[in-house]
């Protein structure tokens, strides 16, 4: 009697086991500081930063893994994102510039080169990738869970007014903060007559033997329409792709959400006359139909087609929807050969039948979850596909409730790599800093240096900060003068400018401020062209390729109005002083004469004070003839450090008797005067072209 009681004792428990203690019961609540909603790389890349910070957290996956988008998009499994693993560098922040899928880490080795050697890894490896960046660092994720609405709480707290989120199940979840990162994966469509007919990207079949000999038009110019052009190039027999715009080449835009090169076999064949081609016209105003002739043929070979288990489709033809004598575009019989645009007129591009129509029109944000209450709303820009959020990533209207990833894109639409990897891992970065003034009393984090030290810090981040690199013209540095010291802050929101020391808890003084960004010239040149690059550093504000660009405030543009109006094409208001440093062909701002000189020149002109380094003998001559010797002799030789931050140089000087005994025969490393961020910039006091004496 017993054996049966232990055996079903046992079950139960395992039954128990099988369920998370979340769903023990429907009416239990959850609560967290932050909830995170999707667990792609813009949730992860955040939970990572609150684990760090040690904050009370989770993310909320509704699938069994992370990244699962990428289990199906691309479709036809190719990233367009480089995974360059040879730079020639060992600097792993400048090796970020080129790595544009790995996430921020404190791990050095936890990079997608792991998974995938290949320049243009297989999409596979992403999710992959994901789950070994939430395991190594031991992320607070939570699978399963599917959220269908979002509400905020109804009575507002002294903590804020919070949201509530409930699951598939009922389960509700309370948090403080929500963080939305769900990405876009809601596909984009255009109603018109005999949408109908057309096929999906998201349910196309991806064997190009289906497309064996067939006509297709393809709805669209973007990568998901090249991308699936390309897989069917050597088996379609035509293929055409129709949007209202021309296409756009990343290489001539400057934006990776163009058309990328490794999609773009197409404009070969379509350039050098093989049948395929691009055509522009609207989308709403066409019909997809087929005539009355053709539907006769396809319902007398339905018979045929049934016993090889294949229905061969009818032909399609594209037309307008003016042209239609009902409106009724799904009723195929009534179409004659007037209702087609070839009847008028015979020269029409798009005049011979399709035997497919895909639709590749990307894909837009789901606002379904989300009740009134706690509903973003649509973007200005990008056709209201992505919801409207501020400077900061909070959603306009939805306080606590900030959009991560590529649902923030509208902030940089067709202008920065917000909506992508390399450039919403900073952006979450940004956010994070916001969270911890906001709710945690911890300022933006900074780094104190002497002005003496300010250019060489300069010279390191354009050479070496993948932030700005990537975020082009959205994040930048901003540098607080205090007159003998500045206080220096890494990839801060440049449209948050306005809302600088609420945000990063830092105040300005007098002295005013310096911007770091690094950006594009606004000259439209051929990108391949001659003439393409400005070489002279006088002629650097003429610059074509990124580069950076320094701009000085006495005082703090402080209206939202200053932002809007701010010159076209400009990432900030004009300032009092600007400095383009030039465009350089290896990305690398290091000549004495074109790139340090200039900027030491702008930074004496800003701060009124002489930025020069010398020699041991200048220093003594001048410091016999000035009443106020230069900066660099100030603070160094007249503090008897001499040539500073070189051992050599120290031990030879002390075991030849030359230096003085007691405390300042001191060696440069134990001296507080220079402290150890010489050492992180890595580049001498004395000169911007890091030699060594």
């Known amino acids: 009697m017993d054996s049966p009681i232990l055996l079903l004792l046992a079950l139960l428990v395992a039954l128990v086991q099988c369920f998370p203690d979340d769903y023990h019961s429907h009416n239990s609540t959850r609560h967290h500081d932050y909830c995170v909603l999707g667990a792609g790389p813009a949730g992860l890349q955040m939970g990572h930063f609150l684990s760090k910070s040690q904050r009370d957290y989770i993310i909320l996956e509704r699938n069994s893994g992370p990244g699962s988008f990428f289990n199906i998009y691309p479709r036809h499994r190719k990233l367009i994102s480089i995974n360059k693993i040879y730079t020639g560098r060992r600097n792993r922040e400048f090796n970020l510039r080129h790595d544009w899928n790995s996430l921020l880490s404190d791990r050095p080795d936890l990079l997608l080169q792991r998974v995938s050697r290949e320049l243009y890894p297989d999409a596979d490896s992403f999710p992959r990738y994901l789950s070994m960046y ?24 002294p903590r804020g007014r919070g949201y509530i989120l409930t699951d598939q199940r009922g389960l509700d979840y309370t948090c403080r903060v929500l963080l939305v990162s769900t990405g876009l994966w809601d596909p984009q469509k255009v109603q018109f007559e005999g949408s109908d007919l057309v096929e999906g990207y998201e349910s196309i079949p991806v064997d190009p033997e289906e497309y064996k000999d067939q006509a297709v038009l393809i709805l669209g110019k973007g990568n998901s329409a090249f991308e699936t052009a390309q897989s069917i190039l050597g088996r379609a027999s035509r293929i055409h792709l129709y949007s209202p715009s021309p296409v756009r080449l990343a290489w001539q835009t400057h934006y990776v959400g163009d058309l990328r090169a490794v999609n773009n076999e197409l404009l070969d064949t379509y350039q050098l006359k093989s049948l395929d081609g691009l055509v522009e016209g609207g989308l709403e105003d066409i019909a ?49 050969a007037t209702n087609l645009p070839v009847y008028h007129n015979d020269n029409f591009s798009l005049r011979q ?83 911890e003034l906001r709710y945690h009393s911890n300022s933006w984090p900074s780094i104190k240096l002497s002005i003496s030290q300010l250019q060489s810090w300069l010279l390191r981040r354009v050479n070496e900060a993948s932030g700005p690199y990537q975020m082009f013209g959205v994040l930048g540095d901003i540098i607080l003068l205090r007159g003998s010291h500045c206080e220096y802050l890494e990839e801060f929101p440049l449209q948050a400018l306005p809302q600088f020391s609420s945000l990063s808890g830092h105040q300005l003084s007098k002295h005013g401020l310096l911007v770091l960004v690094l950006q594009y010239g606004l000259n439209r040149t051929d990108s391949l062209g001659p003439g393409r690059a400005e070489s002279e550093w006088t002629r650097a504000w003429r610059s074509n390729f990124l580069h950076p660009v320094l701009y000085y405030y006495d005082k703090l543009p402080t209206a939202e109005r200053d932002m809007r109006h701010r010159p076209v094409g400009w990432p900030l208001p004009r300032p009092k002083a600007v400095h383009h440093m030039i465009e350089d062909f ?35 001559r001048l410091s016999l003839t000035n009443r106020k010797p230069p900066l660099f002799c100030r603070q160094g030789y007249l503090r008897k450090h001499g040539v500073v931050r070189n051992r050599q140089l120290w031990q030879h000087a002390h075991e030849a008797g030359l230096t003085l005994g007691g405390q300042d025969s001191a060696s440069p490393d134990t001296d507080p005067a220079f402290p150890n961020y010489l050492t992180r910039a890595g580049a001498s006091v004395s000169s911007a072209i890091n030699l060594d004496f």
């Open 353 to 435: 039948p399709y035997d497919r129509v895909i639709r590749c029109l990307g894909f837009r944000f789901n606002f379904s979850i989300f009740d009134g209450s706690a509903r973003p709303p649509s973007s200005e820009g990008a056709r209201g596909r992505l919801p409207g959020v501020t400077a900061w990533y909070e959603g306009r209207g939805t306080p606590d409730l900030f959009v991560l990833g590529t649902a923030a894109h509208s902030r940089d639409y067709r202008s920065s790599a917000g909506g992508f990897v390399h450039g919403f891992r900073y952006t979450v970065r940004a956010v994070h800093r916001v969270l």
């Open 586 to 620: 290896l990305t690398e701002w290091d000549g004495p004469i074109s790139h340090s000189q200039p900027l030491r020149r702008f930074l004496e002109h800003c701060l009124h004070t002489d930025l020069r380094a010398f020699y041991a003998e200048s220093c003594f």
């Open 288 to 336: 997809i139909v087929r005539n009355g002739e053709d539907e006769k043929k396809r319902s007398g070979r339905k018979k045929k087609c049934r016993s090889s288990g294949k229905e061969k489709r009818g032909k399609l033809f594209l037309t307008l929807s003016e042209l239609l004598d009902s409106s009724d575009g799904k009723n195929s019989s009534k179409v004659t």
């Open 134 to 157: 939430v395991k190594e660092l031991g992320l607070k994720v939570q699978y399963g869970v599917d959220i269908g609405k979002i509400r905020a709480s109804e009575s507002e707290s």
